[in-house]
């Protein structure tokens, strides 16, 4: 048996009132791609944080090539053969490939000069090796979102790398660039590096890895051959009892049209997009990235002029102009990037979720606490929101807490329509399947929803009708007992030509 | 005291603290080096250090929104000038020469007035353009300057008007009318941004503001408000202290953009908006002024004091950013 590329052997790391890591030990073997799971808070990042030098274990060892290592700082790590694709890029626009593959350790000529020649013949020839289309001259800014990770990956195989961790790569990748990413993979693989891939996506975890090792609650909870298992058990491994991932295939009972668009239109976004969403139900959008999802949902909501098209609100036609029209027609919108678009972090929690209405919430000049408080007690209560106190900011709460904060905000504003883009992105699994089952209650309730999201389990799992998108216009409409994963994806792919009206 | 609440109460107690110690540290060092026998902490030096800080003070209330909301104004310095102008020149207009002493009230209108309409052009620029706050006040500043100069090239624009010197010079209780104003506006301010819907939103648009806009809070609209207050506040502040001078200088009010962001600063609201205190900023107005009283106590020259204060910013800040630094993982950058 070959020697495991890197290996970690009961390390333990506590902070103050937590033990976030329990005698946690993991391996990797040279040309193994071993996926890393685990819900937020299971310790994961700690983990990496103790490989990648930024936090030295309690107690425990690592080991590289079963050589007793160190790390240091980032930096050690880097030079031991370690190291790290994260999911944000870390990328200097401005500056060409090359410069940003070799930043910080540029080939120096006498006086400080850069020696171009070896820096774009070193550069050129990690390019070749990750099969990249583009030459070490580019200008980075110009690259698309998939080819600047492509760089980040060169970047990191400037040292020789031993292990090489990607921590949830594909967040921001469309289903083509993903295919794109495993290939390189699969090619570091083959080139002998031990590769740990972190990811909350179960899809990806299954096509890529060999092996599955799972944490909870800072401790090690098992490995699983990826050939040997399936979801359902790594699912059970990961939050401790089994989870509902069955589709929603009842037909359920409409009621009004609530939202009716017309041939609606914004420029080159999407063109002629028609479609109707009843109260009692979920409508599901499914595309790739680009394919004008989001773009509708902000036209709903006022954040985008529709150049053609009408908009009816229980048969009452409407004009949108801001998102103030559009929540005085009762039109909701959680946002596709909770943190960036839905809160305020830096405010309490209760003011988040009062934030739309505060100016009717007075008495006299002032703001009255007692009247935000009902409304946070309510839907803090309805939605079971985890959070020690109202006053708790709302950037300390977890991702799915957060979430409910945002979709508490909008049910006290008591729409007609909800509109929730991507209402999973970046939440732990168990968390998911809690927002799932408040998307399917907020329908039986009798709201009409319009879910909009890039992941096709979650679409399957929470619409009654799918309408797939692609390049800005409706390709077709399927009901959930109709719908198919392949038919799915033949319509977001623009293969399938028929459209249903 | 655990480590995070450490924290918040330094965060929102340092200036406090910071003007306790100045206290002490005038009060010792007074005995030793002040030339004159009176102590430090006189109540007649106290009072006359807080009428003193009013002009900035008052500029800083309304610059704690500004920054609070995510933007800056750099234009205050000259708006006071220009509304100094307004005032004392308009007491000498023929039209008004009938009025007698009601001419006071008209000129203190039209000063007023006059700041809230540079404000609104200020706030109206930056949200019709779209053009950071800090390029478009740092144009007006220049502007509004250049305004001051037309009017009067190099000379000072006199007006001295007895009644009103009276009238701001009427004390209670041996707290002078500056005083009293810069300690309302700081309360109103206080329940403004603390107790409103205005205030509220001003927190939300500068933490965060493509979720206030998605909150349905009109964004733009609401910064016009805050640089007509702003705009105000800087002519209100003009109209106290020119009141009793009744005479400014071209260059009158040069530098004063720069001491309010800097009380506004050592008060702890962030530069990048989201969060700050208007009281915080109280205790920055009077920190500066105690630094600058202080020094003067125990013999030390101007030069010396901009020095001083100069350090002592950076090392709030620096001090500032220790201890709300995250634990270790934070980026080092």
């Known amino acids: 048996m070959t020697a495991p590329a890197l290996r970690l052997q009961d390390i333990v790391k506590t902070f103050p009132g937590v033990r976030a890591l329990d005698g946690v030990s993991f391996e990797v073997l040279p040309g193994e791609v071993h996926a890393l799971l685990g819900e937020n808070g299971a310790g994961k990042s700690t983990l990496m944080k103790v490989l990648g030098g930024i936090y030295q274990p309690d107690e425990g060892q690592i080991f590289i090539e079963e050589g007793p290592a160190r790390m240091a700082s980032p930096l050690d790590a880097k030079s031991k053969g370690v190291v790290f694709i994260h999911q944000e890029l870390s990328l200097a626009d401005e500056l060409s490939v090359a410069e940003n593959i070799y930043l910080g350790e540029l080939p120096k000529r006498s006086f400080g000069r850069v020696d171009w020649a070896t820096l774009y013949r070193k550069s050129a020839a990690i390019l070749d090796r990750l099969n990249c289309g583009f030459t070490p001259q580019t200008r980075v800014g110009s690259l698309s979102i998939a080819n600047k990770q492509m760089v980040e990956i060169a970047r990191a195989l400037t040292v020789e790398a031993k292990a090489v961790i990607f921590d949830e790569p594909t967040a921001s990748l469309t289903d083509a660039e993903k295919v794109v990413l495993f290939d390189i993979i699969n090619g570091l693989r083959d080139q002998g590096v031990g590769i740990v891939y972190i990811s909350h996506r179960m899809d990806e975890i299954f096509t890529i890895s060999d092996r599955i090792s799972v944490l909870r609650d800072g401790a090690y909870r098992g490995s699983l051959i990826t050939a040997d298992t399936n979801e359902d058990e790594v699912t059970r491994l990961m939050i401790g009892r089994s989870l509902d991932l069955s589709h929603n295939l009842d037909p359920v009972e409409v009621g009004e049209v609530v939202l009716e668009a017309q041939g609606l239109s914004c420029g080159s976004l999407f063109q002629d997009v028609s479609f109707r969403v009843h109260s009692g139900e979920v409508v599901g959008f499914y595309g790739l990235v680009g394919a004008g999802r989001t773009e509708i949902a902000e036209t709903l909501f006022g954040l985008r002029t529709a150049s053609a098209g009408s908009i009816r609100i229980l048969g009452e036609e409407v004009r949108i102009n801001s998102p103030m029209d559009a929540i005085t027609h009762g039109i909701s919108l959680v946002p596709e990037d909770r943190k960036e678009q839905g809160l305020v972090l830096g405010m309490s929690c209760r003011d988040n979720m009062t934030l739309p209405q505060v100016g009717a919430l007075t008495r006299g000049p002032f703001v009255d606490g007692s009247k935000e408080m009902a409304i946070f007690d309510t839907y803090h209560d309805k939605l079971e929101i985890k959070t020690p106190s109202w006053k708790q900011q709302a950037g300390n709460l977890s991702g799915g807490n957060q979430q409910k904060i945002v979709i508490g905000k909008w049910l006290s504003m008591q729409p007609k329509l909800l509109i929730v883009d991507e209402p999973t992105r970046g939440i732990d699994v168990g968390s998911k399947s809690e927002i799932h089952n408040l998307i399917r209650d907020l329908a039986s309730q009798g709201y009409a929803v319009i879910v909009i999201s890039s992941e096709m389990p979650e679409v399957l799992r929470v619409s009654d009708r799918v309408i797939a998108m692609f390049h800005g216009r409706i390709m077709r409409e399927f009901t959930a007992q109709e719908v198919t994963e392949d038919s799915l994806v033949q319509a977001i792919s623009g293969i399938s030509p028929e459209k249903v009206a | ?333």
């Not at chain 2, 006189?42 to 008052?58: H, R, V």
């Not at chain 2, 007698?100 to 949200?127: R, Y």
Request: glycine letters at 12%.
């Open chain 2, 1 to 333: 005291m655990n480590t995070e609440k450490f924290r918040s109460f330094m965060a929102r107690g340092a200036i406090w603290g910071f003007i306790v110690l100045e206290l002490v540290f005038f009060s010792i060092a007074g005995e030793f080096l002040s030339l004159s026998d009176k102590a430090f902490m006189d109540w007649d030096n106290m009072l006359l250090l807080f009428k003193q800080s009013a002009p900035i003070g008052i500029i800083a209330l309304g610059m704690t929104i500004i920054m609070i909301n995510g933007n800056i104004d750099l234009s205050v310095g000259a708006t006071f000038a220009l509304c100094a102008i307004v005032m004392l020149d308009s007491m000498t207009w023929p039209i008004f020469a009938g009025l007698g002493d009601w001419v006071i009230p008209v000129a203190w209108l039209l000063a007023l007035m006059t700041g809230m309409f540079l404000g609104l052009i200020n706030g109206l620029i930056v949200w019709k353009t779209g053009v950071d706050a800090f390029i478009v006040t740092l144009g007006s500043m220049l502007g509004f300057r250049g305004l001051v100069f037309m009017y009067n090239g190099e000379n000072p624009t006199s007006h001295l008007n007895w009644t009103l010197v009276d009238m701001i010079e009427v004390d209670l209780l041996g707290v002078e009318v500056p005083t009293i104003i810069f300690v309302i506006c700081a309360v109103l301010i206080w329940l403004l941004m603390t107790r409103t819907v205005h205030g509220r939103n001003a927190y939300a648009v500068g933490d965060n503001r493509e979720a206030a806009v998605n909150a349905g809070i009109r964004v733009g609209p609401h910064m016009v408000w805050n640089f007509v207050l702003i705009g105000f506040l800087a002519a209100l502040s003009s109209v106290v202290f020119y009141s009793a001078s009744g005479s400014v200088n071209p260059n009158d009010g040069t530098l004063y953009e720069l001491w309010v962001i800097t009380a506004v600063v050592l008060g702890g609201t962030k530069l990048t908006g989201g969060s700050g205190s208007v009281i915080s900023t109280f205790g920055g107005v009077i920190a500066i002024q105690l630094l600058r009283k202080g020094l003067g106590h125990i013999g030390a020259d101007t030069a010396m004091v901009n020095l001083v204060i100069g350090l002592i910013l950076i090392a709030v800040l620096f001090l500032d950013q220790q201890l709300n630094r995250k634990g270790k993982e934070a980026l080092k950058v």
